[in-house]
């Protein structure tokens, strides 16, 4: 099997017990995924199968979206819902209030990971320090939140729903922990569902239960997405036969006899029947077509 399935990742799940289900209705054992999500959240979760999995590496665009759901006045030690409370204040901030400090966190951010996270410090995860009550310092690490929009907020129950558009890497959790604390209340976030990775949406999700029934039904594979749809944006060259051939046998083409844009950076290879084959660059300086990956020889 190659391509790759959305799931919809349902809330208590872990990501690997996902991938581990998939795993088995797929009855593959390459198997790979953009992104981990918390056992509280729910949302996209691509997999990818086969030759798709040397995908997850290049992705082109991997920022991801999420709907989190958050309340003022409270903080845990997961700084989520699932974890202990540390802290309970009265909170009566404002919708300006909020507005105003929402802003301050939009563009390139410097977020501490939360000790409750799969960082490794000295081989070990953080999540597995943070179980024995240990706390270490963690390097604080620059991520790029690009939309941060204030969806709902109630003032008499300091509870908030917000949309966010950043970068791979960034930890909704702490967003929330920060805005919070740059409030002078504390937050905790509630809900949280991711709704966008790089190109998948959640239009392209199955939930567990429709993956199964169309395992059931022996559909599966029908309803894998072709991995070029990771490469959406990136310029396309289409070669002839002779130069497909030349292609998947690792050769330099001549960019003379290439029909292409003159565009930086990778472009997404297709052979004369339309097939994707792989990813290559151009090398202006020698005029030649580089790949970069392969993906159908």
């Given at each position: 099997?190659?391509?790759?399935?959305?799931v919809n990742k349902p809330?208590?799940?872990?990501?690997?017990?996902?991938?581990?289900?998939?795993?088995?209705?797929?009855?593959?054992?390459?198997?790979?995924?953009?992104g981990t999500l918390d056992p509280m959240a729910t949302g996209v979760l691509p997999l990818f199968f086969g030759n798709a999995t040397k995908a997850c590496d290049v992705m082109p665009n991997d920022d991801k979206g999420y709907i989190a759901t958050f309340k003022l006045g409270m903080t845990t030690n997961t700084?989520?819902?699932?974890?202990?409370?540390?802290?309970?204040?009265?909170?009566?901030?404002?919708?300006?209030?909020?507005?105003?400090?929402?802003?301050?966190?939009v563009g390139e951010i410097e977020q501490v990971p939360p000790m409750f996270s799969a960082i490794q410090v000295n081989g070990r995860r953080l999540y597995d320090i943070a179980r024995t009550g240990?706390?270490?310092?963690?390097?604080?690490?620059?991520?790029?939140?690009?939309?941060?929009?204030?969806?709902?907020?109630?003032?008499?129950?300091?509870t908030g729903v917000i949309e966010v558009l950043c970068s791979k890497g960034t930890y909704i959790r702490s967003l929330s922990s920060d805005i919070g604390e740059r409030l002078g209340v504390g937050a905790t976030l509630t809900d949280l569902q991711r709704h966008i990775v790089g190109n998948f949406t959640l239009d392209d999700c199955y939930t567990l239960e429709e993956l199964q029934k169309f395992t059931d039904e022996g559909i599966l594979e029908q309803?894998?997405?072709?991995?070029?749809?990771?490469?959406?944006?990136?310029?396309k060259i289409k070669l002839?036969?002779?130069?497909?051939?030349?292609?998947?046998?690792?050769?330099?083409?001549?960019?003379?006899?290439?029909?292409?844009?003159?565009?930086?950076?990778?472009?997404?290879?297709?052979?004369?029947?339309?097939?994707?084959?792989?990813?290559?660059?151009?090398?202006?300086?020698?005029?030649?077509?580089?790949?970069?990956?392969?993906?159908n020889r």
């Open positions: 099997m190659n391509g790759i399935i959305c809330k208590d799940w872990t990501s690997f017990d996902v991938v581990a289900k998939v795993r088995g209705m797929a009855r593959t054992k390459k198997v790979g995924h953009a700084l989520d819902i699932t974890g202990d409370i540390e802290t309970q204040k009265e909170s009566n901030i404002t919708l300006d209030e909020l507005k105003n400090v929402l802003s301050e966190f240990e706390v270490v310092e963690r390097k604080a690490r620059k991520v790029i939140i690009k939309k941060l929009k204030l969806v709902d907020f109630n003032e008499d129950t300091q309803k894998a997405l072709p991995v070029e749809k990771v490469f959406e944006q990136l310029p002839n036969p002779v130069q497909s051939n030349k292609f998947r046998n690792g050769v330099k083409l001549d960019l003379n006899r290439v029909f292409h844009k003159n565009v930086e950076g990778n472009h997404k290879v297709f052979d004369q029947d339309n097939n994707f084959i792989g990813l290559a660059r151009l090398d202006l300086e020698k005029m030649q077509l580089v790949i970069e990956k392969m993906f």
